[in-house]
């Protein structure tokens, strides 16, 4: 249905030879390519706009990586500056729900998910958090949606506040919160009732529900495939009741997803989490770089990024390699080389692969390194300042001791750490006057 963004750009970009840098006629030729693929997937004009001015910005100038294309290139600068978009602070799955009863209020459209969500939500308080909970559904306009969230709850074990005739929405809230108390649950969700559009009836109905029940959150129920109309929405339940976060439902469905950079973009709430069926389990917290790759329209968003990364990996250990072999060793080098290691399962694996130094695995070997051993070294690493890093030689008895103690660790941890990288220093020296650095070179193919 749509078209692929990266064959788009690799129409684009065929023409183009490599050059050193992004040029930015380079960038706007590609990034109009995205703004089309923005708006195919439903963002709003102006958040497209200035989405891409943003970007254009950054992507001016940077240096192009070996490998990949410039247009492949562009595209993960602009994948990496979606995801920073829609990110929200922390962790979008922690509720603040920890006095106890938390009320949690769920607003929305009607037929947007809002009830099928509450019973998800509840469940997986239930059995992921061990929380007791309570939903109570306010639509009194619709007694078949209230019937509807008693027989989910009995569906997935989670109780219900009982339907009394004539109630009205106040009332149920206020006998809620009584029950939620008495009851001893952790948490009770207040199902409010939805309209097709927004009106002031329903804006007013929240609001005093809201007034009685103030809750610890209030989450906005969206149709992921409205996109859009999302905005209006959210902008306006935003203002009215005042929103502490968005569900997006329906993004099992085709549509892009358009709406969630819109919304965030727009209203600066947090997505929390996103619906993907009708199952009770179908809820799943929000994950930024797969909405990225789905506003991108390409499936193999996630590949290229990853090749991009190797390759700019495989450029940085090139640089250090060369570094190496001149002497200029510093603790820089030696962390990333730490890191590098507990990614390529150990010090073992890796000294294996280089010639030259199968003597020094051993030794490894009989110091007993693992990834334990491993990340101590960073952390002690990290608790340097950076003129110490850049220069171990100045590490004198109260610095060490200060390093030390910020890592929770001993100086005699720190002394084996320098001299390790001593002596890894001494042997790249060495190699790169044997073999003026052609063994490592090959040993990095
Ligand atoms: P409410 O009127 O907002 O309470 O909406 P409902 O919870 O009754 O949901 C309306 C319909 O959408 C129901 O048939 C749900 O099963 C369905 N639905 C809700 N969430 C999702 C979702 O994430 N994906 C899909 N495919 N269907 C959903």
């Known amino acids: 249905m749509f078209e692929n963004l990266s ?19 380079d960038v706007k030729t590609a990034l109009r390519e995205v703004r089309v693929a923005l708006l195919e997937a439903d963002v709003s004009l102006p958040v497209a706009r200035d989405f891409v001015k943003k970007v254009q910005d950054q992507a001016t100038g940077q240096a192009v990586t070996k490998s990949v294309t410039p247009g492949q290139q562009v595209v993960k600068i602009v994948h990496d500056a979606l995801v920073d978009v829609l990110r929200g602070e922390g962790d979008p799955g922690a509720l603040k729900i920890d006095s106890p009863p938390a009320p949690i209020l769920m607003v929305g459209l009607q037929g947007s998910g809002k ?32 019937e509807q969230l008693a027989i989910l709850g009995k569906q997935i074990g989670v109780d219900t506040l009982p339907i009394v005739k004539g109630e009205d929405p106040v009332a149920i809230a206020k006998r809620a919160k009584t029950q939620a108390s008495l009851g001893g649950y952790d948490v009770y969700m207040l199902d409010t009732a939805g309209r097709l559009h927004i009106d002031a009836d329903l804006i007013a109905q929240a609001a005093a529900v809201r007034d009685v029940a103030n809750p610890r959150e209030t989450l906005l129920v969206v149709d992921g495939l409205t996109g859009q109309d999302a905005v209006n ?30 919304m965030r973009a727009v209203t600066g709430k947090p997505i929390r989490f996103v619906g993907l069926g009708e199952k009770m389990d179908a ?21 290229l990024v990853e090749k991009a990364q190797e390759t700019i990996e495989a450029e940085q250990a090139e640089r250090m390699m060369r570094r190496m072999v001149k002497g200029q060793f510093n603790m820089n080098d030696l962390r990333m080389q730490l890191e590098q290691m507990l990614k390529m399962g150990g010090m073992e694996g890796m000294m ?15 110091a007993g390194f693992d990834d334990k051993v491993l990340k101590r070294q960073i952390a002690l690493i990290q608790s340097m300042t950076k003129k110490e890093r850049a ?14 103690a910020g890592a929770g660790m001993e100086v005699s941890d720190l002394n084996k750490l320098l001299k390790m990288h001593r ?11 044997m073999g003026k650095g052609k063994m490592l070179k090959q040993a990095m193919k």
């Open 352 to 366: 294996s692969m280089m010639p030259g130094m199968g003597k020094m695995a051993k030794q490894v070997e009989e």
């Open 7 to 25: 064959e788009r750009l690799s129409g684009v970009f065929d023409r183009l030879t490599k050059q050193g840098a992004l040029s930015e006629e």
């Open 115 to 146: 009830t099928t969500t509450t019973a998800k939500l509840a469940k997986r308080l239930t059995e992921r958090e061990g929380k007791r909970v309570l939903m109570a559904s306010l639509d009194t306009n619709r007694p078949a949606a209230m």
């Open 233 to 262: 929405v959210a902008t306006e339940f935003d203002d009215k009741i005042g929103v502490t976060g968005v569900v997006l439902t329906r993004m099992d469905g085709d549509g892009r997803g358009g709406a969630a950079l819109s």
């Open 423 to 433: 002596q890894m220093g001494d042997m790249m020296k060495k190699i790169g006057k």
């Open 283 to 303: 809820l799943e917290t929000f994950e930024p770089d797969r909405i990225a790759g789905r506003i991108l329209g390409m499936g193999d968003i996630v590949a």
């Open 391 to 404: 220069n171990p030689q100045i590490l004198q008895a109260s610095r060490k001791k200060r390093i030390a």
